[in-house]
């Protein structure tokens, strides 16, 4: 197992590489000279200042230069300071990180909570009403865009039911009930989609798993549905749904940047909007980074969890 | 196999003349009411998309009327925050899904296939290079991938159809990789390069006919996703070129109205809706069809 998790990380190392080296490349393409933004309107005809903001921030230097000074300083834990509000890039990730993996990990439970129990029961009777529904249900859930979800929620609930704040994050400091209540449009909303896909996949991969050999005799030594299911075919039908909830998470973390501008959420998805909007490179290039990586290491996450479930990955 | 027997593969085989066979191929896509429906919407979406100038009842960008007016017989699905009517703008989004659906998955395709054809083909450092590429793409939430690509390109739909492009590139060029990697193994590829074909007719002639049908099923699954991208930046007003109308645009000034006009936010979002459901029904509908061991078993 550790042999399987080390050779997998190192498969990481040029992914992380190239993953930089994107970064790099499009912020580099970014319209508009960060040394002119850093230097404010009031300084924009000083030729001293500039050069002076250029030579800082080191846009004087070849653009290879530029990036190796950057990775190096980024690995040292220094991503540069805001253009827009001149904080430092890390403490602003530092402090919106948790309000995003927060979201992101309550959107998590509500997709998974209600996704692999239908997906089961869809599976053990299918064509069955439950079926059905969940069919529909799934269907709609994967057409429905992240932000249309939001709208929709926030009309029901907080426009005419009136019993959930329309936007707005309420920290875990504040009490666990008036998190709660910030969290769950927001988090049903970027939860839906994943709690589609899972779902379609829980079902397609058991209904495929019950026509085994294997199953056939489990059921002939007399198992009862629920054992047969229980026992003998979850473990196995799991292992795609584990693929296809790793590969989701991407999706969670990209769905944020939109969820969280419609709550006025102060965590990286808006910090990654608001950063391309006002063309603060510095924040976009650690917004960017910091989520490529929570990425890939939900990916080796999700390796890990694989080799645990089937033997036969990590002996390969 | 040569593209003749791309054809082939991907009408399964069934007898009897090309436009026969075709029709054959179309009864098994439509055999189920969702992909029937997907169908139908795809038709109607892109009716509407060819010919807004003709069936949009007013210019979508005029004022007509009072703002914020609800549905009724002169404006059926009412009047916007500026006056101009809902339902011709919502007609005129429909072109920008179009476009922004074709246009993203036709450079995902172009740019995917190629890589994923060399890729697969050549094998050692170009593989892994390439794939090493691919797989950072992969590691970036498709969203901020595409924001950032689309902010850093300026503003603009086209600019953002090569946003959307070079983000769903990954998914193709994964794709035809692996059937590439197959492909090229088996009896006729060796036959082929036995015979003297070089790389470029190994590739076009042999091993792309081969991967056409997965690309196909692909694309037709990821035209939808793109629809809700393209969407979405519009949302966050990433792209838009005031005052011509997108879905998402349309949704992003419908909410700050929610309380005064709800209805306004239901129609681009139901647009939105009706047009990925419809696609993503089609696009299983063949998936189904092109797939011989799903189809025997029909579980799915």
């Known amino acids: 197992m550790a042999r399987y998790l080390a050779r997998r990380l190192l498969y990481f190392i040029p992914v992380i590489f190239l993953v930089t080296v994107v970064i790099f490349a499009i912020t580099m393409l970014l319209p508009g000279d960060p040394a002119l933004a850093f ?15 250029r030579k800082e921030l080191g846009l004087d230097r070849p653009i290879p230069l530029q990036y190796a000074l950057w990775v190096g300083r980024a690995l040292r834990g220094d991503l540069g300071r805001s253009v827009r509000t001149h904080e430092a890039v890390l403490g602003a990730l530092a402090a919106r990180l948790p309000v995003t993996l927060e979201l992101a990990a309550v959107a998590l439970v509500i997709a998974l909570v209600i996704a692999i129990p239908v997906g089961i029961i869809s599976a053990a009777r299918p064509n069955s009403p439950v079926d059905t529904a969940a069919t529909v249900m799934a269907v709609s859930g994967v057409a429905l865009p992240e932000f249309f979800v939001g709208i929709l929620l926030i009309y029901l609930f907080a426009v005419w039911l009136r019993v959930l704040p329309p936007s707005g994050f309420v920290p875990l400091s504040a009490g666990l009930g008036a998190n709660l209540r910030s969290i769950l449009m927001p988090a049903i909303s970027l939860g839906l989609a994943l709690n589609a896909v899972t779902m379609r996949q829980a079902r397609a991969s058991l209904l495929e798993v019950l026509q085994e050999e294997y199953i056939t005799v489990a059921r002939a030594k007399g198992l009862s549905e629920g054992a047969v299911i229980r026992v003998h075919a979850l473990k196995n039908a799991m292992i795609p749904v584990i693929t296809v909830i790793g590969l989701q ?68 | ?160 159809m090569v946003a959307i492009g070079v983000v769903f590139t990954p998914a193709f060029a994964r794709l035809v990789r692996g059937q590439a990697l197959s492909v090229r193994e088996r009896e006729f590829a060796t036959a082929a390069r036995a015979l003297g074909a070089g790389p470029l007719r190994m590739m076009l002639r042999h091993i792309w006919p081969n991967v056409l049908s997965p690309i196909i099923v692909q ?82």
């Not at chain 2, 995917?112 to 450092?125: D, E, F, P, Q, T």
């Not at chain 2, 109205?257 to 029904?281: C, D, H, K, M, Q």
Request: with cysteine; glycine share 12%; charged share 15%.
């Open chain 2, 219 to 300: 694309s037709t699954l990821m035209i939808p996703q793109a629809i809700i991208v393209e969407a979405t930046l519009s949302f966050l007003g990433l792209w838009i070129e005031p005052p011509n109308p997108s879905w998402g645009s349309m949704l992003r000034q419908a909410y700050q109205y929610i309380e005064r006009a709800p209805w306004l936010s239901l129609f681009p979002g139901a647009a939105i809706f009706s047009t990925v459901l419809g696609l993503n029904l089609l696009g299983d509908g063949l998936r189904v069809a092109l797939d011989v061991r799903l189809r025997q078993r029909g579980t799915v």
């Open chain 2, 1 to 160: 196999m040569t593209a003749r027997g791309g054809l082939r593969t991907l009408l399964g085989g069934v007898p009897g003349s090309q436009w026969g066979r075709l029709a054959t191929f179309l009864a098994r896509v439509i055999r189920t009411r969702g992909s029937l429906f997907g169908l139908w919407v795809l038709a109607l979406v892109l009716v509407v998309a060819v010919t807004a100038t003709l069936i949009a009842p007013y210019n979508p960008n005029r004022t007509i009327g009072a703002i914020l007016q609800g549905p009724a017989w002169s404006y059926w699905l009412g009047t916007d925050h500026l006056g101009r009517d809902v339902l011709s703008r919502l007609v005129f989004g429909a072109r920008v899904a179009v476009l922004a659906g074709a246009v993203s998955v036709g450079l995902a395709v172009a740019l995917g296939v190629s890589i994923g054809l060399v890729a697969g083909y050549r094998g050692g450092w170009v593989d892994d290079v390439l794939m090493r590429l691919v797989d950072a793409l992969w590691a970036f939430p498709t969203l901020v991938l595409a924001l950032a690509i689309a902010a850093s390109l300026g503003p603009g739909l086209s600019n953002a």
């Open chain 1, 249 to 316: 998470i991407g999706r969670l973390f990209g769905g944020t940047v939109v969820i969280e501008t419609i709550f006025a959420f102060p965590g990286m998805g808006r910090l990654a909007a608001d950063s391309i909007f006002f063309r603060d490179f510095p924040m976009l290039q650690g917004v960017v980074l910091v989520m490529a990586l929570a990425v890939l290491i939900c990916n080796l996450l999700t390796d890990a969890l694989y080799a645990y479930v089937d033997p036969r990955i990590r002996y390969a």
């Open chain 1, 39 to 53: 230097l404010g309107e009031g300084n924009i005809h000083d030729k001293v200042a500039y050069e002076t903001m």
